[in-house]
């Protein structure tokens, strides 16, 4: 053998005690890092959420069970940026709280809307942005909520189940998304920032806007749009979905909007009012997709005038209810 | 294969026991199928290309060390730099010169479509093509005493799965006597190779894959972003290539150490140079030091005039710019830096005597040169990670005029804020590794070498990005 020197050299017996000395050591070794690991993991998570709790952030405040609203907003960012719940307060007197991310799915607005209603009890009304009918049903960052919610958790071992597995070896890993470093923030901050664009849409985002693209509407997120529905109205809640402007150009370019709009009541058994066209200002978005400040305003204005916001009272709303 | 993926962990599960339940040939055997593998398991055709290197490169070594003529001598380093070099050339560097010669033609107004071949580019062909050159150059100019006897020793060389794809370039000489000894299974090795490799997979997972988050959308749509989104993605992507690099390398130093090899420090705190020349032996030190043995002394190094070691500087980093990449901008970066070395050879001292003369402390000076040193390395930065020329150009452009009007920051706060976290944890560590005392007191108690690691996997699932991002320089 053109090998030299071997700690496992056969004619050494005492290489091979040395052996199985170091790997005894090397087990002891790695087993003490694995339970540091796992003991500091499950302390350092448990602490962090108890905090993060008592964050304002609207997500974790549905854990807190003191935040009872009238109304409960839900959809994708187009909702999150669209129903701005301070205007509607200062307009309204209503208060209201919003559930709307950016590719939050149907699926799992109706677990996060569940959570809500079973901690805080039911809003007057709820309204719904539409157009998340057309996200995957993913969790994503709200695995931030696992530990609150079996609900979400069941979502997330069904829909991503290595994520799952994950938080099963380390708790952390639900801290280590945006949702909990957002909830951090609020926390430092004692208040939610703003997430309405400020910015105008440029005239190459317009020309961009022009390219078509085409709805791809999942039926299964219909479905549970109509189970949120059904669950709302269970408790005593108005529904009504409320498809928010869309910028004219991006509107034109968008293939099938016009046959998906009308069939939704149909679908979900909730009345739809459309205000996608109400909005033709470019100077009032902030993208194709997202008004911006001063376009919430007018859209907010709307609402209003629309009689959604004053649902008892609207002739207009208690006629499609 | 990539390191921070599952296949990885299970075929490092099965590999560690087999490799140290084995002795001998045994043992090598097990290594050279086991790099087969997991270089295969991007593309099994890759290894054929690997096979032809070691079974050349083995060749031509036997061949040169049982010769003492020199011509013949002279004739097999030839043909062992034609083979590897050509190897290099077609499927690398073909489709840029064929593409960069028709733009030349049509630019004067000659008509002509270029010849491609559109091969696919081999992972790591770069790195074990100048592994297996030190070799045979090596024993040309008999710094490598003898040929490697062993076949299969010489293929585990080449193939060896830690440093095959991205470095550390390993010469010959340093690992050839160590494969030739079985290994002891070492506890207080394996301890600090697995310290490595958990600081490798920390500055991978949250630093580079973090940062590449917000440099991506930049550097992709650079005529969308202004002026102080682009200047911090540039300063993000020095730590994101830093991470990813200076991670990988960590990881097969790591792995290395734990089977028993030295590999040596590719990255020495890079960011804490004091001038560029600094820069570079703290800078993928395996690379640098190669070119350096290898195509700037054999140039003349500094054995002439200023004008004549700055064209040395020149040639030799534009050489390394290339071999980072068939395009433009790396041709860029690599003249840059020769610029940067040529230039503080001519000017850093002088600048430097300047500055005390007028009274300023010698430690602001060193400061100031380190920060200038930081600076001009970001700039460099802009056209290696620049799709193009022209996107490179816009960058630097919007930057110096601090552009702003109709272009936008982007909406990635809390992102920054997180990468900026871990930028400056990497950055405080490192600080701390300069400082002996702390070193000596950290690396002597194995309880705080394992809190250490311990508190980086925490980081990790905390900060960690696990969308198996590859590191950037497989495609080099």
């Given at each position: 053998?053109?090998?030299?020197?071997?700690?496992?050299?056969?004619?050494?017996?005492?290489?091979?005690?040395?052996?199985?000395?170091?790997?005894?050591?090397?087990?002891?070794?790695?087993?003490?890092?694995?339970?540091?690991?796992?003991?500091?993991?499950?302390?350092?998570?448990?602490?962090?959420?108890?905090?993060?709790?008592?964050?304002?952030?609207r997500?974790?405040a549905i854990?807190?069970?003191k935040q009872r609203h009238d109304v409960v907003l839900l959809g994708n960012s187009r909702a999150d940026q669209h129903f701005d719940p301070a205007t509607i307060t200062r307009l309204t007197g209503l208060s209201a709280t919003n559930f709307g991310l950016?590719?939050v799915s149907p699926t799992l607005s109706e677990a996060l809307f569940k959570d809500y209603v079973e901690k805080n009890g039911a809003p007057k009304l709820v309204l719904i942005e539409p157009t998340f009918a057309y996200n995957?049903?993913?969790?994503?960052?709200?695995?931030?909520?696992?530990?609150?919610?079996?609900?979400?958790?069941?979502?997330?071992?069904?829909?991503?189940?290595?994520?799952?597995?994950?938080?099963?070896?380390?708790?952390?890993?639900?801290?280590?998304?945006?949702?909990?470093?957002?909830?951090?923030?609020?926390?430092?901050?004692?208040?939610q920032?703003s997430r309405i664009g400020?910015?105008?849409?440029?005239?190459?985002?317009?020309?961009?806007?022009?390219?078509?693209?085409?709805l791809?509407v999942k039926d299964?997120e219909i479905a549970a749009i109509s189970r949120i529905a059904a669950f709302a109205q269970q408790n005593g809640s108005q529904v009504a979905l409320v498809m928010t402007p869309l910028h004219p150009v991006a509107r034109r370019?968008t293939?099938g909007l016009d046959a998906f709009l009308p069939s939704l009541p149909q679908k979900t058994g909730v009345p739809l009012i459309d205000l996608s066209a109400s909005e033709g200002a470019t100077h009032h978005f902030s993208?194709a997709n997202h008004l911006n400040r001063s376009g919430v305003e007018r859209f907010t204005e709307r609402l209003i005038e629309a009689g959604v916001l004053g649902v008892k009272a609207s002739p207009a709303l208690a006629s499609l209810l | 294969?990539?390191?921070?993926?599952?296949?990885?962990?299970?075929?490092?599960?099965?590999?560690?026991?087999?490799?140290?339940?084995?002795?001998?040939?045994?043992?090598?055997?097990?290594?050279?199928?086991?790099?087969?593998?997991?270089?295969?398991?991007?593309?099994?055709?890759?290894?054929?290309?690997?096979?032809?290197?070691?079974?050349?490169?083995?060749?031509?070594?036997?061949?040169?060390?049982?010769?003492?003529?020199?011509?013949?001598?002279?004739?097999?380093?030839?043909?062992?730099?034609?083979?590897?070099?050509?190897?290099?050339?077609?499927?690398?560097?073909?489709?840029?010169?064929?593409?960069?010669?028709?733009?030349?033609?049509?630019?004067?107004?000659?008509?002509?479509?270029?010849?491609?071949?559109?091969?696919?580019?081999?992972?790591?062909?770069?790195?074990?093509?100048?592994?297996?050159?030190?070799?045979?150059?090596?024993?040309?100019?008999?710094?490598?005493?003898?040929?490697?006897?062993?076949?299969?020793?010489?293929?585990?060389?080449?193939?060896?799965?830690?440093?095959?794809?991205?470095?550390?370039?390993?010469?010959?000489?340093?690992?050839?006597?160590?494969?030739?000894?079985?290994?002891?299974?070492?506890?207080?090795?394996?301890?600090?190779?697995?310290?490595?490799?958990?600081?490798?997979?920390?500055?991978?997972?949250?630093?580079?894959?973090?940062?590449?988050?917000?440099?991506?959308?930049?550097?992709?749509?650079?005529?969308?972003?202004?002026?102080?989104?682009?200047?911090?993605?540039?300063?993000?992507?020095?730590?994101?290539?830093?991470?990813?690099?200076?991670?990988?390398?960590?990881?097969?130093?790591?792995?290395?150490?734990?089977?028993?090899?030295?590999?040596?420090?590719?990255?020495?705190?890079?960011?804490?140079?004091?001038?560029?020349?600094?820069?570079?032996?703290?800078?993928?030190?395996?690379?640098?030091?190669?070119?350096?043995?290898?195509?700037?002394?054999?140039?003349?190094?500094?054995?002439?005039?200023?004008?004549?070691?700055?064209?040395?500087?020149?040639?030799?980093?534009?050489?390394?710019?290339?071999?980072?990449?068939?395009?433009?901008?790396?041709?860029?970066?690599?003249?840059?830096?020769?610029?940067?070395?040529?230039?503080?050879?001519?000017?850093?001292?002088?600048?430097?005597?300047?500055?005390?003369?007028?009274?300023?402390?010698?430690?602001?000076?060193?400061?100031?040169?380190?920060?200038?040193?930081?600076?001009?390395?970001?700039?460099?930065?802009?056209?290696?990670?620049?799709?193009?020329?022209?996107?490179?150009?816009?960058?630097?452009?919007?930057?110096?005029?601090?552009?702003?009007?109709?272009?936008?920051?982007?909406?990635?706060?809390?992102?920054?804020?997180?990468?900026?976290?871990?930028?400056?944890?990497?950055?405080?560590?490192?600080?701390?590794?300069?400082?002996?005392?702390?070193?000596?007191?950290?690396?002597?108690?194995?309880?705080?070498?394992?809190?250490?690691?311990?508190?980086?996997?925490?980081?990790?699932?905390?900060?960690?990005?696990?969308?198996?991002?590859?590191?950037?320089?497989?495609?080099?």
């Amino acid at each position: 053998m053109e090998h030299g020197s071997s700690t496992f050299n056969s004619n050494d017996p005492v290489g091979t005690t040395d052996v199985a000395t170091t790997l005894r050591r090397l087990a002891i070794i790695l087993l003490s890092g694995l339970l540091l690991f796992t003991l500091g993991d499950r302390a350092i998570s448990a602490l962090a959420q108890s905090i993060l709790k008592e964050s304002p952030n609207r997500f974790y405040a549905i854990y807190g069970g003191k935040q009872r609203h009238d109304v409960v907003l839900l959809g994708n960012s187009r909702a999150d940026q669209h129903f701005d719940p301070a205007t509607i307060t200062r307009l309204t007197g209503l208060s209201a709280t919003n559930f709307g991310l950016g590719l939050v799915s149907p699926t799992l607005s109706e677990a996060l809307f569940k959570d809500y209603v079973e901690k805080n009890g039911a809003p007057k009304l709820v309204l719904i942005e539409p157009t998340f009918a057309y996200n995957h049903p993913r969790v994503g960052q709200f695995r931030a909520l696992v530990p609150h919610s079996p609900r979400v958790k069941a979502m997330l071992d069904e829909t991503e189940p290595r994520y799952g597995a994950a938080l099963t070896v380390s708790h952390l890993f639900a801290l280590n998304n945006d949702l909990a470093m957002r909830g951090v923030v609020d926390l430092l901050r004692g208040r939610q920032g703003s997430r309405i664009g400020t910015g105008v849409m440029t005239a190459e985002m317009v020309e961009a806007a022009a390219k078509p693209r085409q709805l791809h509407v999942k039926d299964s997120e219909i479905a549970a749009i109509s189970r949120i529905a059904a669950f709302a109205q269970q408790n005593g809640s108005q529904v009504a979905l409320v498809m928010t402007p869309l910028h004219p150009v991006a509107r034109r370019a968008t293939n099938g909007l016009d046959a998906f709009l009308p069939s939704l009541p149909q679908k979900t058994g909730v009345p739809l009012i459309d205000l996608s066209a109400s909005e033709g200002a470019t100077h009032h978005f902030s993208d194709a997709n997202h008004l911006n400040r001063s376009g919430v305003e007018r859209f907010t204005e709307r609402l209003i005038e629309a009689g959604v916001l004053g649902v008892k009272a609207s002739p207009a709303l208690a006629s499609l209810l | 294969m990539l390191f921070n993926t599952i296949p990885f962990f299970v075929f490092a599960a099965i590999f560690f026991p087999v490799y140290f339940a084995t002795r001998g040939s045994a043992r090598i055997t097990v290594l050279l199928i086991s790099s087969y593998i997991f270089y295969g398991w991007w593309d099994w055709r890759f290894c054929f290309l690997l096979i032809w290197s070691t079974l050349l490169d083995f060749v031509v070594g036997r061949a040169m060390a049982a010769s003492d003529d020199p011509v013949r001598r002279k004739i097999l380093l030839i043909l062992s730099l034609i083979s590897n070099l050509g190897t290099l050339a077609v499927f690398k560097y073909f489709d840029f010169f064929s593409a960069s010669f028709t733009s030349l033609l049509n630019s004067v107004g000659v008509e002509a479509t270029p010849f491609l071949l559109n091969v696919i580019l081999p992972v790591g062909i770069s790195f074990y093509t100048f592994q297996t050159l030190s070799y045979t150059i090596d024993l040309y100019r008999r710094d490598l005493p003898a040929a490697e006897p062993s076949l299969l020793r010489f293929a585990a060389y080449v193939a060896l799965f830690p440093q095959l794809v991205a470095g550390p370039i390993v010469r010959a000489r340093t690992l050839l006597p160590q494969l030739a000894v079985d290994q002891r299974l070492d506890l207080a090795r394996i301890g600090l190779g697995l310290q490595w490799v958990v600081w490798g997979f920390f500055l991978k997972l949250c630093l580079a894959d973090n940062a590449a988050i917000f440099v991506d959308a930049r550097f992709d749509r650079p005529e969308l972003y202004d002026a102080p989104s682009l200047a911090l993605a540039t300063f993000l992507f020095s730590f994101q290539i830093y991470g990813d690099f200076a991670g990988y390398s960590l990881i097969a130093i790591g792995l290395g150490k734990i089977m028993g090899f030295d590999f040596g420090i590719n990255f020495n705190k890079p960011y804490h140079a004091t001038s560029f020349s600094n820069f570079w032996q703290r800078w993928h030190i395996s690379l640098s030091s190669w070119i350096r043995d290898y195509i700037y002394i054999p140039l003349g190094g500094n054995r002439g005039g200023e004008w004549f070691t700055a064209r040395n500087l020149t040639i030799t980093m534009l050489l390394g710019g290339l071999w980072h990449g068939a395009a433009w901008t790396f041709v860029v970066w690599g003249l840059l830096h020769g610029a940067y070395l040529s230039l503080q050879r001519a000017a850093g001292v002088p600048a430097a005597a300047a500055l005390r003369g007028i009274g300023v402390p010698r430690w602001l000076v060193t400061m100031l040169a380190g920060v200038v040193v930081y600076l001009l390395v970001c700039l460099a930065w802009i056209p290696f990670r620049a799709a193009t020329l022209a996107d490179a150009w816009e960058i630097v452009r919007v930057i110096l005029t601090w552009e702003t009007e109709g272009r936008v920051f982007g909406d990635n706060l809390l992102l920054l804020a997180r990468v900026s976290l871990i930028a400056l944890f990497v950055y405080l560590c490192d600080t701390l590794g300069l400082v002996r005392t702390v070193v000596r007191a950290y690396n002597s108690r194995w309880w705080l070498r394992l809190l250490g690691a311990v508190i980086l996997l925490w980081g990790i699932a905390l900060f960690g990005s696990f969308d198996g991002t590859r590191f950037i320089y497989f495609q080099f």
